[in-house]
């Protein structure tokens, strides 16, 4: 008897809508007043670690490690908005819940998993990139 070869597992993440060409496209396509704040918010997201990875989830550009850990807001009704979270599952945390040093009070917490910063518009955005790299450093390793 012949035993068929086991299949390799798929690869977590190898959908179009997981690479970089899907949020350029998305970008490309995107008409929304904060684009120029959105583009330069990317850039600095992935400039944090190089083994962050961008996709397309929830029709907005995001951004994973091994799980998806930021994805932007873009039907927020005011500024620039991204939301944090731990991917799609929901995850045991320590008791007390995440600790994240954010000393310029970007996050605003939706949940014991999930936070939400917010920029005015674009130079608000440039100005505190410097804070949301350090707060995404902290929290890319809980992810």
Not at 20 to 42: F, M, N, W, Y
Not at 67 to 76: D, G, I, K, M, V
Not at 101 to 117: E, I, S, T, Y
């Amino acid at each position: 008897m012949t035993r068929k070869a086991a299949r390799p597992a798929p690869t977590r993440h190898a959908t179009a809508a997981d690479t970089t060409a899907a949020v350029d496209a998305l970008i490309a396509a995107l008409a929304h007043p904060h684009k120029p704040g959105i583009e330069a918010l990317r850039a600095a997201i992935l400039a944090v670690d190089p083994a962050i990875a961008e996709g397309v989830k929830w029709n907005a550009p995001s951004f994973r490690t091994g799980e998806y850990f930021a994805t932007f807001h873009l039907r927020a009704r005011a500024g620039i908005a991204l939301i944090l979270h731990l991917g799609a599952k929901a995850r045991a945390l320590p008791e007390g819940g995440l600790d994240i040093d954010d000393p310029d009070g970007l996050l605003a917490w939706l949940g014991k998993d999930r936070a939400q910063v917010v920029f005015a518009d674009e130079a608000d955005a440039r100005r505190r990139i410097p804070a949301l790299q350090a707060v995404l450093r902290q929290w890319i390793r809980a992810v």
